[in-house]
């Protein structure tokens, strides 16, 4: 499965968009890009995966560049709550026996 | 989401003792599962995968008779710490595959051990 490479740390304003880079260079045509979120002391959750085009669920929004190199997950409003560790992973689909390796990720601080 | 369930939420067990982590599915019947192990201020790393009624697939460096996986049951996993040393003290999480075509994995509480 391809690595990726993501900023150890960010900080973003309550209320402003949080816009998280992941570079993932190597990718392959038939790997995800998956995002999670850690927050302390607690198993790891969920947010949103994509192939290649944008995606947008309740939680996130997710952009990938056309060639498929690198993705920017953005929190449209973060909230205090949103202080986590975000985790930018690339893996093969279900099917393909895909595990999910973590990478170092990045710790987002939302302030007042 | 499914609901991942994993006991205890934190053990404190004794140099040389043994001790079992569950993990349970709450909602849906899991095929695979995995365990995964977190030190303090790092990341999670893959210990190895479990499929029910067959034999764990552990990843590279992990000693499979130090943690012994057993998937008995389509809803129930466990990681026994044998022999427990405190560098085996870490924050163990538990994760499973979503059911049918669903390209999430959902992952437990996590479980805290300290070996002193």
């Known amino acids: 499965d391809a690595k990726t490479t993501q900023p150890p740390s960010m900080d973003c304003a309550e209320g402003r968009a949080a816009n998280l880079p992941c570079n993932h260079s190597t990718i392959s045509g038939n790997e995800y890009v998956y995002w999670y979120r850690q927050i302390h002391s607690q198993g790891p959750q969920y947010i949103i995966h994509g192939l290649k085009n944008n995606e947008t669920n309740e939680m996130a929004s997710l952009i990938i560049t056309e060639d498929r190199k690198s993705s920017t997950l953005i929190l449209p409003h973060a909230t205090l709550r949103d202080t986590a560790v975000y985790y930018c992973i690339v893996r093969r689909g279900r099917n393909q026996g895909g595990k999910l390796i973590f990478g170092q990720g990045t710790e987002l601080s939302v302030k007042p | 989401g499914a609901v991942v369930s994993q006991h205890p939420s934190w053990v404190i067990c004794k140099s040389g003792t043994s001790v079992k982590i569950e993990c349970r599915s709450l909602d849906f019947q899991a095929t695979t599962m995995f365990w995964y192990r ?54 163990y999480i538990c994760s499973l595959r979503g059911p049918g075509g669903t390209y999430e994995q959902y992952f437990g509480p996590g479980t805290r051990l300290t070996v002193t």
């Open chain 2, 38 to 91: 977190q030190f303090p201020k790092q990341s999670l790393m893959l210990m190895a995968t479990s499929n029910e009624g067959s034999k764990a697939t552990y990843e590279q460096g992990v000693e499979k008779d130090k943690f012994l996986i057993n998937h008995a049951s389509l809803t129930l996993s466990t990681l026994t710490v044998t022999s427990a040393h405190p560098e085996d003290s870490s924050f």
